[in-house]
């Protein structure tokens, strides 16, 4: 049922929130307006369960519902990719066969977080999950998070694998962007795709295929159009919207304890837009009302708020 | 059906294994095997499914397998704890259940890996844990493996809660060990027990309750015996037993990618002594022949082998 | 004598490496050829005793013949920086009166490298230097040599203090950089010159001032030509330099052990040129034959040397 | 005049602080009367230089000084170990010649703290300082402050070197320190000496020969004690000594920000008992009125402030 994964993938893939109605209850008419909303701003496609998706923190049980009710709600209309990171391949497996059997067109794969593996071994992850998994997979890099990624010497030979499709990387250090770019020069299929939001305009401009922007959860068309004036090339709005995305990550990601504040903002930020609840798997928890009154009035002063969230 | 749990728990509990016949085939006759082999060293207890066990590293379907099989093994011979540490508060829950309902006497639970938390989103996540958890809870001090551990103040403040039965320090800083101990001081039967071997010997001597030593799955007895000599101050003995320790843990655990290698190295010194094959979850491999032959050799030169297997 | 520094500070300026003859004596010819070879190639100032120039590893009275002579040789066609950090402010203090006495137009100064201080310690300890320096003072960004950096919060401050001219960001995070470069939209003198090489396409589209590429040692026409073409906008020179400029990074600096593969690799690089010879200051050696015959291959291949070096 | 350096050496050997009037003017008198309230309380000899004296901050002027004078005021009671860590080679060949020409007995040397060198460059580094250094020297292992210490594999290398006389581990590893002494086995004139003193205890209850402990000058009573007991192995002793070295440890080195907690505790808490002003060298600042006052109350609390200083 799936159609190909267009290739590369290019674009903005906003990583989509969970909307959650308690730590372990779904709220699908939240996902399906938070997916209606991210589409109607233009973006490319979407990324599942990931990192933003609070993906390794549900239960297996939400994970499933999540794929199967966003893509049913997607309806083919742009590509879905779904994050299988987990600490034990078996799940990562079985998440993914999840999310081919709901129509999926890709999963995204993270080394598992808790024992750290060699580059040797991390290879042989890949290549192994490569031989067993239904969907092409790109491989997460997010060396904050799993305390080791893929190092460019082992994306280099993961390049001959031909089920890596592509690379999100949030590893926040641009020259290994740009090295791991031209490295998979002669892979032309191979998508680049930049995790940190604040990173979308220098990674398109110097050519990575687009971002998977958190932000984008908010504001889809701020994301969509500073991607595409980096890929046109027109460098005054780039600036522009740059800047602008600048303003909103040091506003609305900052509040509270470091770890979290970025989970945080941006799920209270939806809330105070009304999309959906600010309610978060464990181990972390919403804002307390004076960080959200903080959150909304930082919302206002961007003009973040349409007139009717703004009293 | 469960025995209740000494207070405070002392002694060694080793970290079991987990055989494995492929990477999502539980070895149930070498989980048994490890089981009879470290009860009859005179272990205090188990620790299953801890890291040296994989747990994380396991599918749900087998980690449920391993505690139902290992807990009838035992059949209440010595306590068993379980480790339950999971990103998912949900399949942590889920997994403690199962534990109480195969006869565990406690779980050990760590930070979720994926996602960092906060200090006080920690303190709330414990807190929300023990609220619905069937068992006493130890923590897991591994901020190597999580990114983040228990800080003594969070510590100080889990000390108020009841459940919160004991401490497993695998944080490797002595000095954080002997604060902690100060702190619980008024609650003795508060116990802690540390994780690495190597820092068994001063841990007991200083007033630690024990250590769950990984080398106890290979020579039980080893660390039942300097955990008596500390317990007895018989300081010459203590010396003499904490120097094989040390060689022991030198010679096994160093070989090949260091990510690694204690679990390499450890299981396949288990498989050089007959014990359970040298499979692995992924990500990680058993060595190749020519390691395998490294580490047969050691363990011959430290006298670990028996006859039959000093081929 | 000394000219009044351009404001804010813009286009490439090398951090110049130290010519040697051994361990503790001064190259003075090299320096002088060094010097030479950069101006020729357009570079708008130059940076001396940085990081590239091994300033904190060269005795006191080696840093002073090189900001003495170093100065002397540019003789006022291009600003000069000096670098003063040093674990001892007195010292630092020291240096900086010996630069204002050469003619030098400002000084670079990072956080003490020992023991680590508090930001709210930096910004003090930036505010008394700048009190007493006899020149305008540069931030210099480098955490991962000195372990604690300016953080934003600390720049929006350090802002108020009129001696503080600009920041070098080598802190590899561009969004502290674009951060930092919003915070100080207020002080359009304030210069934000970036460190990595790597980085400098990026940084000066997206509005910082110019870099200190290191690799201007060897090829300064291609870093001021790149930073001609991010200026003016020309999108497509920009991708076709930066290539190169990975390219070389690449090849250059990837040799040996990799705490060090940087300044030997292109110490050794300026050797096979002819510009000076490749000897460190301690604990860095040389690379031997063979390596030293993988750089000369490499820059063979990559077009850098001239016919009479290329036997 | 200097006498031989007892081999190994053994005992506590508290890292003096270094009493100043102002940021680079130098308390003689101050420093005087540390070395009799430290030789009083039975040490076995002095570390100057070191972390806690704040060595790499002053200049070197002043550090001529403390090395001259200190060693003027001991006149060959106990051994003076001189700290000559420095950025530059050549400045700690110059110091460790001073220290030579004073009559210190031996020299600590710390990788250099600012570019970090690869294993292979740190073993040259030593092996050429031991060839023109007039003194044994002591390596200095302390990876939290120079990012990189010396190996296990570098020590064992190092160990043929004669002139390196022993190590001084400050890395907070005690699997380190019990390797490192099993290494040391053929070498019994090898001293090993452990920084931390809260790890003094479980030091030599397994084997090193000493600490160089920084409460030592407040109470170096307290630490002599903690060190013949644990010699004789009176575990009793041992314990109930430690217990108060936690406490004053967790009491004294624990307020405001941490980077700097520890030196501006242990220096505001000898001022609060007389015996030296609490100046400290840039970058860091005594505590404000209300922390000393906390710090004068912890002091009182452990009733380690004499009657007149109580008030």
Do not use: W
């Amino acid at each position: 049922m799936s159609k190909p994964l267009p290739a590369p993938l290019a674009g903005i893939f906003p990583p989509l929130v969970t909307p959650l109605r308690d730590r372990d209850t779904f709220d699908i008419d939240g996902l399906e307006r938070m997916i209606e909303h991210v589409l109607a701003g233009g973006v490319h496609g979407l990324f599942l369960l990931g990192t933003t998706g609070e993906g390794p923190g549900l239960s297996y049980r939400l994970r499933t519902e999540v794929v199967e009710r966003g893509c049913r709600a997607v309806a083919g209309r742009v590509p879905v990719l779904v994050g299988v990171t987990d600490t034990s391949f078996a799940e990562s497996l079985r998440l993914a066969n999840c999310a081919a059997a709901a129509g999926a067109q890709a999963v995204v794969l993270a080394p598992p977080s808790y024992l750290p593996a060699s580059q040797e071994e991390l290879a042989t992850y890949v290549t192994s999950f490569c031989h067993v998994a239904p969907l092409p997979v790109f491989l997460y890099h997010i060396p904050s998070l799993t305390k080791v990624g893929f190092d460019a010497a082992i994306v280099r030979r993961l390049l001959d694998v031909p089920k890596v499709a592509g690379l999100k990387d949030s590893g926040r250090d641009m020259q290994y962007l740009h090295e791991v770019r031209q490295l998979a020069a002669g892979r032309p299929e191979f998508s680049i795709l930049v995790g940190p939001e604040e990173l979308l305009a220098e990674a398109v401009l110097l050519g990575a295929h687009g971002g998977m922007c958190g932000g984008a959860n908010m504001d889809p068309r701020l994301y969509v159009g500073l991607y595409e004036a980096a890929l046109s090339g027109d460098l005054k709005r780039v600036r522009e919207l740059h800047r602008r995305v600048i303003a909103i990550s040091t506003a609305i990601y900052t509040l509270g304890a470091p770890e979290s504040s970025y989970l945080r903002g941006l799920k209270c930020a939806l809330c105070c837009m009304g999309l959906c609840e600010d309610v978060l798997a464990e181990p972390f928890q919403p804002f307390g009302p004076s960080d959200r009154e903080t959150i909304r009035r930082r919302l206002a002063d961007l003009g973040m708020l349409a007139d009717s969230d703004n009293r």
